[in-house]
């Protein structure tokens, strides 16, 4: 019936709509009191209409605004109201019009006008009209820019935000918020009038509410600044720059404006700095009323009793006095329930346990207690409200909660768009560093004011929203928390502070799941956590926050909606992605004993710092156990006095916990599946858990699996539940492998259902489970390998029967699919993971399988299959068992050339990184004395390989390393046969030249690239190292790089391809020879200058190189080269002699002593002290001296 009635008020009001058009468009301009009565009724006729639905047309609409535009003379100002109504009605609605450029034009020319001539009591339409036209129009209002938004001279909407009607400022602010909004297809106002309005705009809300203005409008004036100030954001990510602490103060004021009450005098700072300061209360109220008002974060935060005595009688009195006046408002609440029915308290329940539990053991901390909203607590004043009165104050808190949610939103565009090292100076504003403990001092507003006590469950989950924006990628920040070995002192050093505050958020976060209500609220509080674990570095702050996370997380498993249940996902992969490995997460991760299932659930302890007292996690909404008593405080922890140290209470839950479990500790090499795997098992294929892993209901009650989960056959969960579970998988082989060890079959039999299945999701996600498995397998196996003592390893025997069923199942269907490019892709990587051992022991039939498909595949139309069929190749060609097959070599090298023609720089990229094992695989077959393969391998094929690394070597930086690498690689392959033929030096001189210059310029991987391919080259003997034109330019490109390059690795690289030529002839004449020695020299003294502060650790490193370098020069001077060496060395000889010392010493003080650093040292010195110093000169002799004492290794005393 609804819907009928309004299908014909819709009808009715399109017919009256295009009656009044006709009527319109008939209509010529005129004057006198006939033409001013016969266009009001027109117009009223027009504002008659519902326009809340969607009938007017573009053209219908042009026609309409330009014709009231035309007849509408601006000496009737009534009527230009009426006018801007209608603009209003048919613009800003839900009409959905787009103006073209001449109507907008139009439009604005006369509504400008009409603002600059009409009297002043007509400004609140004219600029409502204005606003609704420049909505997402601003870069397209030409001319009125300057007009509207200059600087100087003031524009007229700068002018009007000082007006003293409040209706203007917010007709004016809105319309330039409208202005500086972005048009549909991302173009906005210029910089400069986007800086002048942000700064009209801050300014706005800095100003307190003047005393004539009433709540309500000045509520309604915030909110346009706010979606003003938010609009200016997203147009421009630096405006906020140059002053964010303004506007952070601003907004940290308003993100919780209201929630203490309904007062509106705020006083905003004038700006944050980004270190501690001072803490201020937006809501200057007396420190007795805000302790009565604020809620504690921290249960037992509270005013004692012994406190309260402390601070005298009247102290009590007032205390006595104030639980009165709780009381009676409490009973005035429950009166007052129709006024606010539509207000949500997110944690009532959680109150009353808390309220009970606290009463039953006769504590007097009522008030640290209360999880009641502040705002909730009316004054007796308020029951006497009428309705009217009651509507206005419900309308205002409408309004503040969206100025609240607003500036949220605000400061999550700051915080996206500004630097995190810029904002994480601003954390200690935004984020507690230790729970409240003060009964007297006003609580600091945070950002878990808003997410622990805001009414509205999407305040809460913008601020969960903006900590998410703070959180993400914070970890290198992070990093420098460490609480592991701190004793209180005087001087709390800054790594404890910070993690202390990474506690408390740990902590309030906790808080905020166990009281949230709001299911997407609550997912985002999940999520919330999950990125915390990512960028929390554990590894330096004392254990147990992971393992009550985890206890927590589980109770909300088998949560009714499914949003939650992902998230709860999300966060066990954070967890399983922690690194370095914790023992802690090993732990978390294990088998879960049936026996201790009730004491791991039983005890859900939040106050980390310092408190006892427990609150039970809620399972699903509406599903809050209120009957189950709390347990009660430790006796132990409060005759100790162990709240003097906030981390006791975690440490005794630990041990509690930890002791509970030891007498059914499983032995390390326990093959049991980790309850993580049965879950994400479960969850993912019920079935599995049927056949293979009997999944007790004990176990399914701890982590929260329901009855309907057990049942076997079609996989009951959403299927994003399901892609959760396989990523978490994923990232549990990834992480630790060694939970997965055990239940490897299980693993494979998961995979194999997976892939079998016909959605692409499910298979593409299960293939990503398959590649790092395949990768995670090949890396223990390589490791197993070689610790021939350890005790279960992983054999290859194992790995083989997997990937047999696998390649024996559906993945070959799979690389076969043409449908799915993305599965096909996956799948070519999943190959790549076989690793040598294994696929040495593959069937023969599955290895010819792998090569036929992925050299099929190379050739598919898809880039990202290309790609990775010609990666796997690359792969494949350094397996002993396929590299010294010349066929397969020539065949993935044919497919290499084509696929480097490739138009997508992705194929091109991969294709010269398996180029550069090619040649790689050549070098390998030449070292190893492969003579069948050197002289099977094609010539022909071989100089078309130079040409095309060539080419590489001048593409795109992501082509170009490889592409370098693979010219060294080439260039010592050559043989002297192959040198002697005719086409192959022009090659030489070519690839000689690409090295050059690749080595002087480019990104510092290419360089260092491409000083490992000139010591390849210097590798080949049979090349005319030192006697060929290019040899000089080669040294030179080398010692450029030694002394002058800022990268200190690349100048290493240089240094290690310098110690490479094995003989004199090969450093070329006695000038290239002693320039050689003295930028060496020059570099060495270098060194001691270190502009750029992280390239310091690599400092000695260079100097050991270069030491390394001059004693493999040492070893091949001649008594030609003294005479220019002398100077060289002559002024510098003592402190060569200290370099060399250093060097010696640190070489066999290294964990492994490196020998051929050490030989070099020892033939240096045994070279020049059997060097004949007969029938030299005075000034030679003393050269060969200097040198002799150089390189003269002093023995270091041994301690006894």
């Known amino acids: 019936m609804a819907a009928n009635d309004d299908r014909r008020l819709l009808d009715s009001d399109l017919q009256d709509f295009k009656h009044y058009t006709t009527k319109l468009m008939s209509s010529v301009p005129g004057d006198g009191p006939a033409y001013k009565s016969l266009l009001n009724t027109l117009l009223d006729q027009f504002i008659s209409l519902d326009y809340s639905y969607s009938f007017v047309k573009d053209q219908e609409a042009a026609l309409i605004l330009s014709k009231v535009c035309t007849l509408v003379p601006l000496k009737y100002e009534l009527l230009v109201t009426k006018a801007c109504q209608v603009i209003v009605n048919i613009v800003a609605h839900q009409q959905q019009v787009t103006l073209e450029q001449a109507t907008l034009d139009l439009l604005l020319e006369y509504i400008v006008t009409a603002v600059r001539t009409c009297q002043s009591w007509t400004l609140p339409d004219t600029l409502r009209a204005l606003g609704a036209v420049l909505y997402e129009n601003g870069a397209r209002c030409g001319k009125y820019c300057r007009e509207l938004l200059s600087s100087e001279p003031k524009g007229i909407l700068l002018k009007f935000v000082s007006s003293e009607d409040a209706d203007v400022r917010r007709g004016a602010i809105q319309c330039i918020g409208n202005m500086c909004m972005r048009t549909p297809d991302g173009q906005c106002i210029e910089i400069e009038y986007l800086e ?9 809300l800095q100003i307190p509410k003047p005393s004539d203005v009433d709540d309500n409008s000045h509520c ?59 803490q201020y209360d937006p809501n200057p109220t007396s420190p007795a009323k805000q302790e009565k008002e604020d809620i504690s974060l921290r249960p037992g935060s509270g005013a004692s009793g012994k406190g309260s005595k402390g601070q005298g009688g009247k102290q009590g009195k007032k205390t006595k006095k104030r639980r009165s006046n709780q009381k009676k408002d409490k009973a005035q609440q429950d009166e007052e329930g129709e006024e606010t029915e539509n207000v949500t308290v997110m944690s009532g329940n959680l109150a009353m346990q808390a309220t009970a539990n606290v009463g039953a053991r006769g504590s007097s901390k009522d008030d640290s207690y209360s999880f009641r909203l502040t705002w909730d607590k009316v004054s007796s004043s308020e029951s006497e409200y009428s309705d009217t009165e009651g ?22 565009t700051i915080i996206r768009c500004t630097d995190k090292r810029i904002m994480f100076g601003y954390w200690s504003s935004f984020l507690p560093d230790s729970p409240s403990t003060s009964s007297v001092m006003p609580q600091t507003q945070t950002l878990f004011t808003t997410i622990l006590k805001d009414p509205a469950p999407k305040a809460r989950a913008g601020a969960l929203t903006v900590l998410s924006s703070l959180l993400d990628g914070s970890k290198q920040y992070l990093a420098a928390a460490d609480d592991r070995d701190y004793h209180r002192t005087a001087f709390t050093p800054f790594s404890v502070t910070l993690g202390s505050t990474i506690k408390e958020i740990h902590r309030c976060l906790l808080l905020a799941l166990v009281a949230e209500t709001s299911s997407i609220t609550l997912t985002q509080v999940v999520k919330c956590l999950a990125i915390l674990v990512l960028n929390t570095p554990y590894h330096k702050l004392r254990g147990g926050l992971l393992t009550k996370m985890t206890r927590h997380i589980k109770t909300f498993l088998s949560h009714k909606d499914h949003n939650v249940r992902v998230a709860c996902l999300t966060f066990l992969g954070s967890i399983v992605c922690i690194q370095p490995q914790l023992e802690e997460v090993v732990q978390i991760l294990q088998p879960v004993d049936s026996a201790n299932i009730g004491k791991t659930n039983s005890r859900t302890d939040l106050t980390s ?43 005794v839950s630990q041990k509690a916990e930890s002791a509970s479990t030891d007498k059914t500790q499983r032995p390390q090499g326990s093959r049991e599946m980790s309850w993580v795997i049965k879950l994400c098992t479960t969850l993912i294929h019920p079935s599995k858990l049927g056949s293979e892993v009997q999944l007790d209901r004990s176990l399914s009650s701890s982590v929260g699996l329901g009855k309907s989960w057990l049942t ?75 610790a021939e003592n350890k005790v279960d390893r992983l054999t290859a025997k194992e790995v083989v029967t997997i990937w047999n069923k696998l390649l024996g199942g559906p993945a070959q269907g799979l690389l076969q699919n043409q449908t799915q490019s993305a599965l096909r892709s996956s799948m070519c990587d999943c190959l790549s993971n076989i690793g040598a051992p294994v696929f040495e022991l593959l069937p023969r039939d599955k290895r010819i399988l792998c090569i036929t498909l992925l050299l099929g595949l190379s050739n598919d139309d898809d880039y990202r299959v290309k790609s990775s069929a010609v990666r796997a190749l690359g792969v494949f060609v350094v397996y002993p068992c396929l590299r010294e097959d010349v066929l397969f070599v020539a065949d993935t090298a044919n497919v290499i050339l084509n696929c480097l023609e490739d138009n997508s720089v992705l194929v091109r990229m991969k294709s010269a990184w398996s180029l550069g094992n090619l040649s790689d695989a050549l070098v390998m077959n030449k070292d190893s004395g492969d003579v069948a393969f050197l002289e099977d391998f094609s010539d022909m094929l071989l100089q078309r390989l130079f040409t095309t690394a060539i080419k ?43 090295l050059v210059k690749t080595v002087k310029g ?118 030609d080269d003294f005479q220019s060496l002398s100077c060289v060395i002559k002024d510098r000889v003592d402190k060569l002699k200290e370099y060399f010392d250093q060097h010696h010493q640190n070489v066999q003080e290294a964990t492994t002593p490196d020998a051929m650093k050490l030989q070099v040292i020892s033939d240096a010195e045994t070279y020049l002290r059997k060097m004949d110093d007969s029938g030299l000169s005075k000034e030679t002799d003393k050269t060969l001296s200097d040198l002799r004492w150089i390189f003269t290794v002093r023995v270091q005393p041994t301690q006894s």
């Open 196 to 204: 002048a309005s942000y700064k009209v705009i801050v300014k706005a």
């Open 1002 to 1119: 480019g990104t510092m991987k290419v360089r260092w690239n491409a000083c490992y391919a000139v010591g390849n080259m210097f590798k080949n003997s049979d090349l005319p190292v030192g006697s060929a034109p290019w040899t000089a330019a080669v040294y030179d490109a080398l010692l450029a790089v030694v002394t002058d390059c800022k990268n200190f690795k690349v100048r290493i690289n240089a240094g290690l391809a310098l110690a490479i030529p094995t003989s004199r002839e090969k450093f070329g004449d006695v000038s290239q020879y002693c320039k050689i020695w003295k930028c060496l020299v020059d570099a060495l003294e270098a060194s001691e200058k270190v502009t750029d502060f992280s390239e310091f650790k690599y400092r000695e490193n260079l100097r050991d190189q270069l030491c390394s370098t001059l004693s493999h020069l040492a070893c091949y001077v001649a008594v």
């Open 391 to 412: 509507g206005e104050v419900a309308k205002i808190r409408s309004s503040m909660s969206k100025i609240r949610q607003t500036a949220l939103g605000c400061l999550h």
């Open 220 to 278: 309604r004036l915030l909110l346009s600044a706010l979606r003003g100030l938010q609009s200016i954001l997203l147009a421009s990510k630096t405006v906020h720059l140059e002053n964010i602490g303004a506007v952070l103060a601003a907004l940290k004021v308003y993100t919780v404006m209201g929630m203490a009450g309904l007062n509106m005098n705020v006083q905003i700072p004038a700006a944050l700095y980004p270190t501690p300061m001072s």
């Open 952 to 994: 590489a070597s001048e593409d795109s930086d992501k082509v170009k390393s490889n592409g370098v690498r693979a010219i060294g690689n080439l260039l010592r392959f050559l043989k002297p046969s192959t040198l002697a033929k005719s086409g192959f030096m022009p090659l030489v001189e070519q690839s000689v030249q690409a």
């Open 609 to 651: 710092s310092g408190s006892d007292t427990s609150i039970r996690a809620a399972k699903s909404d509406g599903q809050r156990d209120t009957a189950e008593t709390q347990p009660k405080l430790n006796p132990k922890s409060q005759s100790t006095g162990q709240d003097e140290n906030p981390d006791e209470g975690s440490e």
């Open 712 to 786: 076997a056959g079609v996989p009951s969960e959403p299927l994003p539940v399901r892609l959760e579970a396989l990523q978490v998988m994923t990232q549990l082989v990834k992480g630790y492998f060694s939970i997965v060890r055990g239940c490897l079959s299980h693993m494979c039999d998961v995979i194999y259902d997976c892939l079998e299945e016909k959605d692409p999701s499910v298979q593409l996600h299960s293939s990503k489970l398959l590649e790092e498995l395949g990768k995670a397998m090949l890396q223990q196996l390589q490791q197993d390998m070689a």
